[in-house]
Nanobody, 122 residues
């Protein structure tokens, strides 16, 4: 049983930074990709970033490129999302997800965490 647990969300002022963590357990993730998605109130879930577990490939949504960085620690089975220069429009519940085929489409991710709230005040 795959388990993904997010942490690190909170309230921050615009221009500030947060680092989200996603601890994975329950299987070997060496051939998997890990993704971060977010869902703002009243909006659809959207892709934020993804990383191949081999850590040799990353991809970002245009809206976060240059501000967010996805990284991983294979020894800890943990993926991170460093978020800098946060904007009020980044406010959302952020979800960690895992898939065997790297993708920006949330429908291709079978494993999900419960999410962590990020709120950016103006």
């Amino acid at each position: 049983q795959v388990q993904l647990v997010e942490s690190g969300g909170g309230l921050v002022q615009a221009g500030g930074s947060l680092r989200l963590s996603c601890a994975a357990s329950g299987r070997t993730f060496s051939n998997y990709a890990m993704g971060w998605f977010r869902q703002a109130r009243g909006k659809e879930r959207e892709f934020v970033a993804t990383i191949a577990w081999s850590l040799d490939y990353t991809s970002y949504a245009d809206s976060v490129k240059g501000r967010f960085t996805i990284s991983g620690d294979r020894a800890k089975n943990t993926v991170y999302l460093q978020m800098n220069s946060l904007k009020p429009e980044d406010t959302a519940v952020y979800y960690c997800a895992a898939t065997s085929t790297i993708s920006s489409d949330y429908a291709t991710y079978p494993y999900w965490g419960r999410g962590t709230q990020v709120t950016v005040s103006s």
